[in-house]
C-alpha cells in the first residue's frame, strides 16, 4: 500500500495563519500553472507535498 500525506487537520482555524498562507499560495500558482512558483514553494517549506489541498476547501 502506498504511502498517503494527511496532515489530521482540515480547520484553517487550527493552523498557523503562515501556514495557511503557504498552502494558498502554493495552490494559487499550481492552478496558474507558475511552475516556478510551485516548485520554490515546494522548496521553502518541508510541510507542503505535492499531494497539498487547499486547506478549508474541497479543491485540489
Request: glycine content about 8%; hydrophobic content about 45%; cysteine-free.
Amino acid at each position: 500500500m502506498g504511502y498517503a500525506d494527511w496532515p489530521g487537520v482540515i480547520d484553517p482555524e487550527a493552523l498557523s495563519s503562515g501556514f495557511v498562507a503557504e498552502v494558498h499560495r502554493l495552490a494559487d500558482a499550481a492552478r496558474a500553472g507558475a511552475w516556478p512558483e510551485v516548485l520554490e514553494a515546494l522548496d521553502s517549506s518541508h510541510w507542503l507535498t505535492v499531494n497539498q489541498w487547499r486547506i478549508g476547501s474541497d479543491s485540489w
